[in-house]
């Protein structure tokens, strides 16, 4: 997918547009200056795009497992005319790796003609379980225009290069979320130069991009440098089952934990100085290991999940979402056959616990068609996501406006290459909104789905602008000519899985 998305966003800067460039602090240029120097972007009569602006350090050499370092100023006019890179990161789910370190980049687009009054600002954070993923990926061309908003997608460093731990190590275990808050601090300074509203910034973000939003909730770092926020696919509270029966992992580690995991690393080396020193793909070998964010840190005290709990979250309109059929995109990646109805009670036993994995067995009943995984996959789905998402929804709601949203269109086309048949279909799987919000080369859309696409730019739009998304309803269900109000809880069981 990376591949397509990246290619595409490349031909789109690469239009050409006769003229002397011209910088405007209003937004209205092709040339415009930042607080270290002037970048020139591509400009067409729809939307202006500006790629690869630094906003920090590259983050290599003395500078790889630190905090976020100040760019240098430049001399003369930088060209922005290309997308940001892809940080380091091995292939996953048919994405390309990368090698690449000095990453920390990020991608303007606005609407093309000069803004009458500064505009709304949206902030997107990419997903891929904070080790893959990139901000080319994702084509904003149409939610800026259509909302008359400046869109920024932001880079960041992931897995062992941005979530790396070591005893003594300053940052340990955050250094991609203090990326992504330097990368905000860019936003406040240099937005309104692209006629953004510096006082009227969202910051949205899907699976761990949504993940990213809660920590940027709980951080005593961000204050200020947000007004609303839109969590998509990952709440505060989210966990996968553990490697033992009924075992619940959290995305959040304590620093403690990620120091000790970094200091079991040997790689030939005996200290953090030796490992800073080892080439990329010697430290890719162990990439994956360091996929959680770390708390008891400078940037995230406390876990997002206490946070979101004690109410030690920063007071902003919030949309919280998921989609309905979250774990169809996961189950079989780790059940790749065929799970007849007969071994349904002894897989629930092993992934739940045998005395819940039997009140689940109760609880899903077969649907008939001889494969049991997607009874699985809706367990996992209403355990690990959705009841999550909805806990996530009534505490954030007691402190702050928060509206919600469920994606239910189960025909959407699969954006990940190569994957498996599933029993059922693979439904509304996780990620499966993107192609709604971003474009997507190859990923065809119906019409229906078109215009439930233009329902959700603008409410996201909307959203970004007022803080309303335009529903009334608790949870706003999202599919195809079937947009309206859903009893979230009932139909995702949490009655169930908050008596565990």
């Not at 070998?285 to 709990?309: C, D, I, M, W, Y």
């Not at 928060?402 to 279909?425: H, K, L, N, Q």
Request: charged content about 20%; aromatic content about 8%; some cysteine.
């Amino acid at each position: 997918m990376a591949g397509k998305l990246t290619v595409a966003v490349a031909a789109a800067m690469t239009l050409a547009l006769a003229g002397v460039p011209q910088a405007g602090a209003d937004g209205g240029g092709r040339v415009v200056q930042t607080d270290k120097g002037a970048v020139s972007g591509t400009v067409t009569s729809d939307y202006r795009l500006f790629g690869s602006i630094p906003y920090a350090a590259a983050p290599v050499g003395p500078n790889r497992w630190r905090d976020p370092r100040p760019v240098s100023l430049w001399r003369g006019v930088r060209d922005a005319s290309k997308p940001s890179p892809v940080c380091a990161q091995t292939p996953q789910l048919g994405e390309r790796g990368s090698d690449v370190e000095d990453c920390l980049y990020l991608n303007v687009v606005t609407p093309a003609k000069k803004a009458e009054r500064p505009r709304p600002v949206m902030v997107w954070i990419h997903g891929g379980g904070f080790v893959n993923g990139n901000a080319a990926q994702y084509d904003a061309r149409r939610l800026a225009t259509r909302n008359d908003a400046v869109v920024v997608t932001v880079n960041y460093r992931l897995g062992v290069f941005g979530f790396f731990g070591y005893p003594g190590l300053a940052g340990s275990g955050a250094f991609g979320i203090s990326d992504q808050q330097a990368a905000l601090r860019w936003v406040r300074r240099n937005v309104g130069a692209f006629g953004g509203d510096t006082r009227n910034v969202t910051i949205f973000g899907e699976s761990a991009g949504g993940l990213s939003v809660c920590a940027h909730l709980a951080s005593p770092g961000a204050a200020g440098l947000f007004a609303k926020a839109i969590i998509q696919s990952g709440p505060c509270g989210l966990t996968s089952p553990g490697g033992e029966p009924g075992e619940l992992v959290s995305f959040w580690k304590p620093r403690a934990e990620v120091e000790q995991q970094g200091a079991r690393l040997r790689l030939g080396c005996a200290d953090v100085e030796c490992l800073r020193s080892l080439p990329v793909a010697t430290l890719l070998r162990v990439h994956g290991e360091f996929a959680s964010p770390a708390f008891g840190t400078g940037v995230l005290p406390v876990s997002p999940l206490v946070a979101q709990n004690t109410g030690r979250v920063h007071r902003v309109p919030t949309l919280v979402g998921s989609t309905h059929d979250e774990m169809t995109m996961y189950v079989p990646l780790f059940v790749p056959d065929p799970l007849p109805d007969s071994a349904f009670p002894a897989k629930a036993a092993a992934v739940f616990g045998q005395e819940l994995g039997a009140r689940v067995v109760a609880r899903y009943p077969l649907n008939g068609n001889g494969d049991a995984r997607d009874e699985l996959a809706a367990a996992l789905t209403d355990r690990s996501w959705s009841c999550p998402t909805h806990v996530t929804r009534q505490l954030l709601g007691r402190r702050m406006p928060v509206s919600g949203y469920e994606f239910a269109e189960r025909d959407m086309p699969m954006i990940f290459p190569d994957m498996p048949p599933f029993p059922g279909g693979y439904g509304a799987y996780h990620a499966s909104e993107l192609p709604l919000l971003f474009e997507f080369e190859g990923v065809p859309l119906t019409p229906g789905q078109r215009a439930l696409s233009d329902y959700v730019v603008t409410a996201w739009g909307r959203f970004a602008r007022t803080g309303d998304p335009g529903w009334e309803a608790q949870v706003q269900s999202l599919a195809a000519g079937a947009v309206g109000p859903t009893d979230f809880a009932a139909d995702h069981r949490c009655d169930f899985w908050g008596q565990q």
